[in-house]
C-alpha cells in the first residue's frame, strides 16, 4: 500500500517540480532503464540534482494535459468504468524514492483497485499501439502498480485527435523487481551526486551534442587509459556495420533484379515496392555562382561537431 507524499490540489506548478526531485516518477522509468528516445538517463540525472531545469516536450505536453480530461471522460462513456481523480504524489512503501503521481484509480471486477492512466498521441504513432503499448508507457503502468501495489491498469489514449483505445495491463512481477533494482542503483547516483554512465541512445547523444556544442580550436588532451578499449569497440563495430550494410544493400540489389519494371512485389506476409519517386532540389551550387547575394541572404550556416577516430 502507498503512502501520500504530498496532496496536489492546487499545488503551483513550480512546488510540484520541486516535489520531483524527490524520487522517481512513473514518466521518469523509461528513462532510468534506458529506452526513452527523448531523455537520457545522466540527463535525468541532472534534473535529479539540480543541475538542469526540468523541461517538458513543449506543445505535445501541453496539449496532453489539457485533452487528459477528455480521454477520461470518454474511456467512462464507453466501458462505463467510473475514475476516481488522485490529486496526490504517492510514495512507494519500502523505496521511498519510487513516486507516482496517478491520473487516476478505477475498479476492476477481479483485480480491486486499478491505475488509470490518460495519454494522447500522434497519428504517426498509431502503429505503436496496434498489439500493444509502447514500451516507455508499459514501463510507466508497472512502475505505478509497484508503488500502489496495484494488481492491473487501464491506459486509454486518444491518437491523431480522432481514434481512441484502451488496454488492461495486469501487473508483471519480473517487471517490477527489475524496475525497482534499475531504480534503487539510479537513485543512489543521484544521492551520491555520482553521474550514471551515457548509453548508446540516440538521447544521450542529443545531450552531449547540447552539452559540449563547441569545441575549443586546437585543444589537446591525453585520455584515460579505458580510452584504448572504447576506441577497440568502436573500431570492431564499425567493422561490423560495414560487413551487416553491405548484406543489407545485396539483399536489396538482388530483390530490384527480381522486381524489375515492377513497382511492386509479394512474397509471403511482405510487400516490397521499388517506386519511381521524383522532387525538386535547389541547385545551391549555381544560385551560388550566379546569384552570389542571394546566395547568401537565404544560405544558413549549421555548426556541428564531427567525430573521427584515426591512427597515427
Sequence with gaps: MAKILVSTENMPYEEWLEYRKKGIGGSDASVVCGVNKYKSPIELWMEKTGQLQYSEAGEAAYWGTRLEALVLDEFTKRTGIEIKKVNQILQHEDFPFMLANLDGTCEHPHFGTCVFEAKTASAYKAADWDQKIPDEYMLQIQHYMAVTGFAGAYIAVLIGGN??????IERDEEIISMLIELEK???????KELPPALDGSSASEKFLAERFPD????????LPETAENLISEYNSACEKLEEITEQ???????????LGENEIGMSGNSVITWKS????RLDSKTLK???????????NKISYRRFSIKAV
Design 163 to 168: 481514434t481512441f483505445k484502451w488496454k488492461f
Design 248 to 258: 543489407k544493400q545485396k539483399a536489396e540489389n538482388l530483390l530490384k533484379e527480381m
Design 215 to 222: 569545441s575549443v580550436p586546437k585543444s589537446k588532451i591525453e
Design 277 to 280: 519517386m521524383s522532387q525538386e
Design 185 to 191: 542503483d539510479f537513485w543512489e547516483h543521484v544521492q
Design 289 to 299: 555562382a550566379e546569384h552570389p547575394k542571394l546566395y547568401a541572404k537565404y544560405s
